[in-house]
């Protein structure tokens, strides 16, 4: 990837933060995976260099969670992207959102680039996922900032051949539910930009807050920026 992972890793915006237990963000979510994803993230984060990942290892092998969460509204990303909306130096710093009262009318979930294998060229390198919620919390001196993620699945092994884009779709679990897991800020790159590939059927009313639900297919917009154009290719 020409211009690789961000400068500086996003952050989580502080000023917009509550407190609760997994527990209660469990509950808040309708997600009752939610603290058992925390305590699996937790060992993959100590033991990173273990055989076994926390995938393959039984729940009660994995770190408890005592303290408790704070929970934000957005994470900010700045990376090295050339263009004229960045200025001479290159340099721009982006907003993703995660909010229930986006302008106080909707909610707002955004979708990001994650950086998986940087020695892979474009796509074939990066993961897209659709932001639940950002937080963070403290583990034995530590400060975890994360977010739960649903996951997309790139199809494929080369861009459409018509739109030059590659397609993602949601990726379920073997009940029909969402793909989900607990990812580190430090592996976000830039908010993403999908399209929906509509069929030839006629599209009932929705909000804006289920276009990223509605549809089975998305293209990854990679002419929505510079950088996306030099990422997703």
Same mark, same amino acid.
């Given at each position: 990837m020409p211009?690789?992972?961000p400068?500086h890793?996003p952050?989580?915006?502080?000023?917009?933060?509550c407190?609760?237990?997994?527990?209660?963000?469990s509950?808040?979510m309708a997600?009752?995976?939610? $603290?058992?994803l925390?305590r699996?993230?937790?060992?993959?984060?100590?033991? $990173?260099?273990?055989v076994?990942?926390?995938?393959?290892v039984?729940? !009660?092998e994995?770190?408890?969670l005592?303290?408790k969460?704070?929970?934000?509204? !957005?994470?900010v990303?700045t990376f090295?992207?050339? !263009?004229?909306? !960045?200025g001479?130096?290159g340099?721009?710093?982006?907003?993703?959102?995660?909010?229930?009262d986006?302008?106080k009318?909707?909610?707002r979930?955004?979708?990001?680039?994650?950086?998986?294998d940087?020695?892979? $060229?474009?796509?074939?390198?990066?993961?897209v996922?659709h932001?639940?919620?950002?937080?963070s919390?403290?583990?034995?001196?530590?400060?975890?900032p994360?977010?739960?993620?649903?996951?997309f699945?790139?199809?494929?092994?080369?861009p459409?051949?018509t739109?030059?884009?590659?397609?993602?779709?949601p990726?379920?679990?073997i009940d029909?539910n969402?793909?989900?897991?607990i990812?580190?800020?430090?592996?976000?790159?830039?908010?993403c930009?999908?399209? $929906?590939?509509?069929?030839?059927?006629?599209?009932?009313?929705?909000?804006?807050t289920?276009t990223?639900t509605a549809?089975?297919?998305y293209?990854?917009n990679?002419?929505v920026?510079?950088h996306?154009?030099?990422l997703?290719f």
């Open positions: 211009f690789g992972p400068i890793a952050y989580i915006d502080w000023l917009q933060g407190i609760c237990t997994a527990e209660q963000l509950v808040e997600e009752p995976r939610l $603290p058992a925390i699996r993230f937790l060992y993959d984060q100590i033991y $990173p260099n273990n076994l990942t926390s995938a393959h039984a729940l !009660s994995c770190p408890r005592t303290g969460l704070k929970v934000f509204k !957005s994470a990303a090295h992207s050339p !263009s004229d909306p !960045s001479i130096r340099m721009r710093r982006e907003y993703i959102r995660c909010t229930n986006w302008k009318t909707e909610t979930y955004d979708v990001t680039f994650l950086n998986r940087p020695d892979l $060229p474009g796509m074939l390198g990066i993961d996922v932001i639940q919620r950002f937080f919390f403290d583990h034995e001196g530590t400060t975890y994360c977010a739960f993620v649903h996951w699945k790139l199809l494929g092994n080369q459409d051949g739109t030059g884009m590659w397609i993602v779709q990726e379920r679990d029909g969402p793909t989900s897991s990812i580190h800020l430090d592996c976000i790159i830039q908010a930009h999908l399209v $929906p590939i509509f069929g030839m059927k006629a599209i009932p009313p929705l909000r804006t289920d990223l549809f089975k297919y293209y990854v990679k002419y920026d510079n996306a154009y030099q997703a």
